[in-house]
């Protein structure tokens, strides 16, 4: 008998941690926890006594319940809260999934990301799903118009293969953005990114700070560029104990999903995102807001 009950004791114990973790990546991660992963590093040619603190939004997926238009404004607030001299924003501001019971849709987005605040200003650029469809996957395609006016509206400037001088101090640098990747324009199966026209227009030799909203183009990035910043993985969404994100390391490649990565000089931050897009799911990813500090030693530091 009690050989009998240790065998079903051991047989349900598989079946109820699967559940708990399911609940929790569903109910809990997703929904509960907002991190601050903050990046510190001085690019090289970066000038000397420039110090330029961003804050950088992605993927936020919105649709409720997961991402109602309240919760984006409150991470617009804790965006706010750390005092960035730019708010940068790296697309895909429509629903990832089907999982969702009201559309959050492109006005209700444009005014809770109204609320941002910073100096030298808001960029974005757009993702894949602002393209593929409307405010749900569901919803046919109107062209980016929706959230693009919305966007303007909110005070944001969206950036597509196009580039904008700031200064700091008397200090000059750009801001690049970079039409999405696989925006599938007209049906051509092709981008909308244009890098050579993008850093065509970057006028002189001050740093550029990239924003694109897939990794996919950084091999591609010259070492003209200082930083690029990205979001689209998710950070992998989905991390399994000991393996990581399997799927996300299978999409992208290993070095293309999460975190800071250097090659050669060039620097690439990939951010974890703030949504979810398949399904409406996180594990050991949690939903994350990137501040950047150029200028500051190099390092990183969760917060």
């Not at 996919?216 to 991390?239: D, E, K, M, W, Y």
Request: with cysteine; charged share 20%.
């Amino acid at each position: 008998m009690l050989d009998r009950r240790r065998f079903l004791a051991r047989g349900l114990t598989l079946p109820i941690l699967g559940a708990a973790t399911a609940a929790y990546a569903i109910g809990v991660e997703p929904n509960f926890f907002l991190q601050v992963k903050r990046y510190l590093l001085t690019p090289e040619g970066w000038p000397p006594g420039l110090v330029v603190r961003f804050a950088v939004i992605s993927d936020l997926h919105a649709g409720e319940p997961f991402m109602s238009a309240e919760r984006i404004g409150k991470i617009c607030l804790a965006a706010n809260a750390l005092a960035p001299d730019a708010v940068l924003l790296l697309g895909d501001f429509n629903a990832g999934h089907y999982f969702v019971t009201r559309a959050v849709d492109s006005q209700q987005i444009g005014e809770a990301l109204s609320v941002l605040r910073a100096p030298l200003g808001c960029y974005a650029v757009l993702g894949n799903h602002d393209w593929w469809h409307g405010p749900l996957l569901t919803s046919p395609s109107d062209g980016t118009v929706a959230i693009r006016r919305a966007l303007r509206q909110a005070g944001i400037v969206v950036l597509e293969n196009d580039a904008v001088a700031l200064s700091m101090d008397g200090r000059k640098f750009w801001i690049v953005g970079l039409g999405d990747q696989l925006a599938d324009v007209a049906g051509r199966g092709t981008g909308a990114d244009d890098l050579d026209g993008a850093l065509a227009k970057v006028a002189d030799a001050a740093p550029v700070v990239l924003m694109a909203h897939e990794p996919l183009i950084f091999p591609s990035v010259p070492r003209r560029v200082a930083l690029t910043l990205c979001g689209h993985t998710h950070g992998g969404q989905v991390n399994l104990p000991l393996l990581g994100p399997v799927v996300g390391d299978l999409r992208f490649g290993r070095n293309l999903v999460y975190g800071h990565v250097e090659r050669g000089g060039r620097h690439l931050i990939v951010s974890g995102g703030l949504g979810e897009s398949i399904i409406p799911a996180r594990f050991m990813r949690p939903p994350e807001l990137v501040e950047v500090v150029l200028g500051a030693p190099q390092g990183e530091a969760d917060g």
